[in-house]
T-cell receptor
Framework: DTGVSQDPRHKITKRGQNVTFRCDPI?????LYWYRQTLGQGPEFLTY????????KSRLLSDRFSAERPKGSFSTLEIQRTEQGDSAMYLC??????????????FGPGTRLTVL | RKEVEQDPGPFNVPEGATVAFNCTYS??????FFWYRQDCRKEPKLLMS???SGNEDGRFTAQLNRASQYISLLIRDSKLSDSATYLC???????????????FGQGTILTVHP
């Protein structure tokens, strides 16, 4: 399968614990994005990378959240001191330059986080 | 006001019906427009891009009106398998020249019944 992969698919944690998610983009896609989706809402942008550079971060991304893409391939998203409000689906997407733009993004299956 | 607004529905239609979804966006500098489809507890998947001239892909027709900042999706001859949430998606500037992020509407729920 050459699509975007995410690990783990599900994570249950207790409030106050740290969690880390991994995303492997489609190979050769140089842009990688993180989104968060809660029930009944569309995904909300968190941050994105072009190669290893983090180019944009949402105001939603508090200082408890950090994302890295150290070698320009896979990425990790860490949430420190989790809160119940962090419970959501965390989606990763990737894209590459096409004839038109970077903008067609392909999503992974997501990591569903439940904070108890 | 939300940056991308959709009627959340739900829309319940019989097989074979034609159904239309509408969407408005707030930023006139928005650059690219899409419809994504999301099945229950699955990831969003690109259904089609939306171009100013309008575009069609089989039973699906998308249109963009930049002057009114309005996007539409028409589904003809609905199938049971069309049941899903349809997300209106806009690529809008986030300050400076960054056009990296996608902004999603809330999604419109469609249920096609026999």
């Amino acid at each position: 399968d050459t699509g975007v992969s995410q690990d783990p698919r599900h994570k249950i944690t207790k409030r106050g614990q740290n969690v880390t998610f991994r995303c492997d983009p489609i190979s050769e896609h140089n842009r990688l994005y993180w989104y968060r989706q809660t029930l009944g809402q569309g995904p909300e942008f968190l941050t994105y990378f072009q190669n290893e550079a983090q180019l944009e971060k949402s105001r939603l991304l508090s200082d408890r959240f950090s994302a890295e893409r150290p070698k320009g391939s896979f990425s990790t998203l860490e949430i420190q001191r989790t809160e119940q409000g962090d419970s959501a689906m965390y989606l990763c997407a990737s894209s590459s330059w096409t004839a038109r733009s970077y903008n067609e993004q392909f999503f992974g299956p997501g990591t569903r986080l439940t904070v108890l | 006001r939300k940056e991308v607004e959709q009627d959340p529905g739900p829309f319940n239609v019989p097989e074979g019906a034609t159904v239309a979804f509408n969407c408005t966006y707030s930023n006139s500098a928005s650059q690219s427009f899409f419809w994504y489809r999301q099945d229950c507890r699955k990831e969003p998947k690109l259904l089609m891009s939306v171009y100013s001239s309008g575009n069609e892909d089989g039973r699906f027709t998308a249109q963009l009106n930049r002057a009114s900042q309005y996007i539409s999706l028409l589904i003809r001859d609905s199938k049971l398998s069309d049941s899903a949430t349809y997300l209106c998606v806009v690529n809008m500037p986030a300050g400076g020249t960054s056009y990296g992020k996608l902004t999603f509407g809330q999604g419109t729920i469609l249920t096609v019944h026999p």
